[in-house]
């Protein structure tokens, strides 16, 4: 059944912060439950608490929008990184489709930022076919040309340092974060990339450089933007058919076109982060859809709000660490990794063989035990590396929750958070699509020059 759309979104801080201190009450009893459960020993009561307080969160951020919805998205992504399992399963819900807001909001921002002149030369369906944390998507008609209006919702942009102080405050309330300062790199660095992506001029910018720096002739298609009707709060782009990359009708391609799909994906990740040092952090499946044709597939890459520029020192060293984790040589991860930030000299050795288990056990499809025939995956055989049967990412956080809760190591540096979250995202596409690639050759291209 679809959701009920929102007729007012709450955009003021008092109204917000009102919200979620609700939420913190509420889940103040949930995290007392818990925290009585931990100490009898009870887990599953325990666990039912945790995934209590959580539900509640997840419900009023899908109402909020904006900043803590996002947030509470990211969380749930690279949450494995200091959230019990419990947490991040109900966060993932906030990956789905967003309840939408009722079109006589977005028609004010519309006509705010666009005119009523210009607003007369579009033919925009009102139905929104994408509803997401920051703003909603329509497909509309201008000049005869199919578009899509990327519409932020109103008055978000405004609520962001509040709001993450707010989300902070209320996961230590709750109990769900724990109490330690350590995570405030963290904070920091989702309101700084939440302040960039509530910019469409920056995006639209950014979107006509990446289609400038990807070969026409590749397997690529980044829409081309329409800056006479964009603005701020607004992005209108040319509409680009396809499906969803994870829509089940492609898992109907043969294995050789999955796995050039692939292939295409991972070297536009590669681009990104090892030559342009401009990371697109957000791999989501919604941010990718293929243009399905006997004549080749073709990747589209739709979304560049949540943009990363990587420092050179960074990448130069991250380059160098993978290489080593490729080649199984421990001592030159461990250097590396300090030199990175993920580890420091006072670490003891459990720590540090922590860290190189999880170096290696996220470049397992690309170990040389894996490696396919051919760079691109159109040669395979059952002996290449199967993505949906391996549970790379599981197997990950299952890691990085050690490091955290058992080893008490600190989150990853700041340039790592979202880089890791995409990679996340990416091996998580790669398992839906099923898969059967060992990109090693294509991945030592890029580390070896």
């Given at each position: 059944m679809p959701k009920k759309p929102i007729k007012q979104l709450k955009t003021s801080t008092w109204e917000r912060r009102l919200s979620m201190v609700g939420v913190g009450i509420k889940g103040s009893i949930f995290a007392a439950k818990y925290a009585l459960a931990k100490a009898n020993q009870s887990t599953p009561l325990g666990d039912s608490a945790l995934f209590g307080a959580?539900?509640?969160?997840?419900?009023?951020?899908?109402?909020?929008?904006?900043?803590?919805?996002?947030?509470?998205?990211?969380?749930?992504?690279?949450?494995?990184?200091?959230?019990?399992?419990?947490?991040?399963?109900?966060?993932?819900?906030?990956?789905?489709?967003?309840?939408?807001?009722?079109?006589?909001?977005?028609?004010?921002?519309?006509?705010?930022?666009?005119?009523?002149?210009?607003?007369?030369?579009?033919?925009?369906?009102?139905?929104?076919?994408?509803?997401?944390?920051m703003g909603q998507v329509y497909r509309a008609k201008y000049r005869g040309q199919n578009i899509v209006l990327k519409v932020q919702y109103p008055g978000i942009d405004k609520s962001i340092v509040s709001d993450i102080q707010t989300l902070k405050l209320l996961f230590k309330i709750t109990k769900i974060l724990p109490d330690s300062e350590a995570f405030q790199g963290v904070f920091d660095e989702i309101k700084a990339m939440l302040i960039r992506e509530t910019d469409y001029n920056l995006e639209r910018e950014t979107m006509e450089?990446?289609?400038?720096?990807?070969?026409?002739?590749?397997?690529?298609?980044?829409?081309?933007?329409?800056?006479?009707?964009?603005?701020?709060?607004?992005?209108?782009?040319?509409?680009?058919?396809?499906?969803?990359?994870?829509?089940?009708?492609?898992?109907?391609?043969?294995?050789?076109?999955?796995?050039?799909?692939?292939?295409?994906?991972?070297?536009?990740?590669f681009n990104e982060l090892f030559d342009w040092r401009l990371i697109q952090s957000d791999a989501h499946p919604g941010n990718y859809l293929v243009q399905i044709s006997e004549a080749g597939d073709k990747l589209v890459l739709l979304d560049y709000g949540a943009m990363r520029k990587l420092p050179e020192k960074f990448v130069s060293q991250f380059k160098k660490m993978s290489l080593a984790a490729l080649n199984h040589d421990k001592d030159n991860v461990i250097k590396f990794g300090k030199n990175l930030e993920y580890l420091r000299d006072e670490d003891d050795e459990p720590a540090e063989k922590i860290f190189f288990d999880i170096c290696c056990k996220s470049l397992t499809g690309f170990m040389p035990e894996n490696e396919s025939a051919s760079i691109d995956g159109s040669i395979w055989s059952k002996n290449d590396f199967h993505w949906h049967e391996n549970h790379v990412v599981t197997h990950m956080a299952g890691l990085a929750s050690n490091a955290i809760f058992k080893a008490k190591m600190r989150p990853p540096p700041r340039e790592a958070i979202f880089l890791d979250r995409k990679l996340a995202g990416i091996f998580a596409i790669l398992s839906r699509l099923q898969v059967i690639y060992g990109p090693g050759k294509l991945l030592r291209r890029y580390l070896e020059t």
């Open positions: 959580a539900e509640l969160f997840a419900t009023e951020l899908d109402k909020l929008k904006g900043s803590l919805h996002k947030a509470g998205q990211l969380m749930s992504v690279f949450g494995e990184f200091f959230l019990p399992p419990e947490v991040t399963k109900v966060l993932e819900k906030l990956q789905a489709q967003s309840t939408p807001i009722e079109w006589s909001q977005i028609e004010k921002s519309l006509i705010r930022n666009l005119g009523s002149e210009t607003l007369k030369e579009l033919e925009i369906d009102r139905t929104p076919f994408a509803a997401a944390s450089l990446m289609r400038s720096k990807l070969p026409e002739k590749g397997p690529w298609i980044i829409p081309k933007t329409y800056p006479e009707l964009s603005s701020k709060r607004i992005l209108a782009m040319e509409f680009i058919p396809g499906v969803q990359i994870n829509d089940p009708i492609l898992l109907q391609l043969s294995q050789e076109r999955r796995n050039l799909i692939a292939s295409a994906l991972l070297e536009s990740l």
